[in-house]
């Protein structure tokens, strides 16, 4: 079969092939631009989720490979540009057969503050490369915008470089309403699989809902309860909650043996920060085969039992901010339409879960806070 140039066919299709002259550039770590999703990196650093000395941690290679990718990062910065361009080199890439390549390896940016933010666009870049240069808001109209740049879900940013129209002014982004982040510990859905773009994974879209930091520690395929992880977890200071989904990593034998250690682990340094543990996203077999699916007739009535029982565990313990969020509660009653696979969220899926998940988070800590 004759290879198709849809750019020949359809212009809207070409990729942005542009230089770089008449353009200022910044790091993540130039003065007035506010980075967050990386809570252990400094200054000059490399954009990693985990803390950089890789020896100290007693953790698998497979986590530590996934530590890599830059799921949840965002860089906020305000402009009168009336140009910006993303120019990165990713590593560690992804080129999955279920999921975009702007999703696992691309760029996106917001306009606006808070939960007034409007997508503008993502990078586009050939199939083969992995050093891409892309125009991602491009206006006649010079006037003072905020922006936010959502980092690549699945790969690992190795270079990173933002591009402002040449004299463009830049100020520090809008403060966040709550400067404490909310932590996310769990499973390939919640690194990303399978968005389209970055923008769309449940925690970024969380984030603009609440004007809050998240940082996200989804871990695919490996997201299975460590102690070591908790131990990691723990050292983050002044977290405003801990949001745990890690059940499919775990199954249920071991989410029964991990998920109360790993809360008595947070909670020796984390006395009264809210922990929301949530079960599993339902799956299509839960839809077609309600009753027969051996997820639907053991997995699932597995999961519910230990998540209340530990929540019942910790409350007649006097531990009142423990929170269970039922998983079948996430996607909506049309469940099956919100996967791409029959496991892992589509858009539809993440824009349920965090429109389930947003405003628990906000109820809990509007009540704990005040």
């Known amino acids: ?31 007035a631009f506010g980075l967050s999703g990386f809570y252990w990196r400094r200054k000059g650093g490399i ?7 890789e020896q100290s941690l007693s953790l698998s290679p497979r986590v530590q490979e996934l530590s890599w990718h830059t799921s949840g ?28 390549l702007v999703g ?42 905020e922006f936010t740049i959502h980092f690549p879900l699945y790969s690992g940013v190795k270079k990173f470089e933002v ?15 709550d400067p404490r982040p909310v932590v996310v510990y769990g499973t390939s859905i919640t690194q990303g699989g399978c968005a389209s773009r970055p923008g769309m994974l449940h925690t970024n879209i969380m984030s603009r809902m609440l004007n809050r930091p998240f940082i996200n520690l989804g871990f695919s395929g490996n997201g299975r309860g460590e102690p070591e992880m908790a131990e990691i977890i723990a050292r983050i200071k002044y977290p405003a909650m801990f949001v745990l989904e890690y059940d ?50 053991k997995e699932r009535p597995e999961y519910t039992r230990i998540h209340t029982e530990n929540l019942k565990r910790f409350r007649s313990e006097g531990d009142n901010n423990i929170y269970f969020l039922d998983g079948m509660r996430l996607y909506g009653q049309d469940f099956a339409e919100c996967t791409v696979d029959g ?19 906000d109820s809990i800590l509007s009540k704990w806070w005040f």
């Open 1 to 31: 079969m004759a290879k198709l140039d849809i750019k020949k066919i359809d212009k809207a299709m070409a990729i942005d092939s542009k230089g770089i002259d008449g353009m200022d550039w910044y790091t993540a770590d130039s003065p």
């Open 47 to 53: 954009f990693r989720r985990l803390p950089d000395n």
């Open 73 to 100: 990062g965002m860089l906020r910065f305000k402009s009168d540009a009336t140009e910006v361009r993303v120019k990165a080199t990713v590593c560690h890439t992804s080129r999955l057969c279920h999921m975009t």
């Open 104 to 145: 696992s390896m691309g760029f996106d940016l917001y306009v606006g503050n808070g939960s007034m933010k409007v997508f503008a666009k993502s990078t586009r870049f050939e199939n083969e490369v992995d050093e891409y240069c892309c125009t991602l808001f491009q206006t006649t109209e010079k006037m003072m915008r």
């Open 163 to 177: 591009g402002l129209s040449a004299g463009s002014k830049v100020k520090e982004p809008t403060p966040w309403d």
């Open 248 to 297: 499919d990593n775990a199954r249920p034998e071991r989410l029964e043996k991990t998920l109360e250690p790993f809360i008595r682990i947070l909670r020796k340094k984390h006395s009264n920060t809210p922990i929301l543990t949530i079960s599993t996203e339902p799956k299509s077999a839960e839809a077609y085969e309600p009753f027969s699916s051996d997820y639907a007739s």
């Open 343 to 361: 496991a892992h969220a589509t858009d539809l899926g993440f824009y349920r879960m965090a429109h389930t998940t947003g405003p628990i988070i």
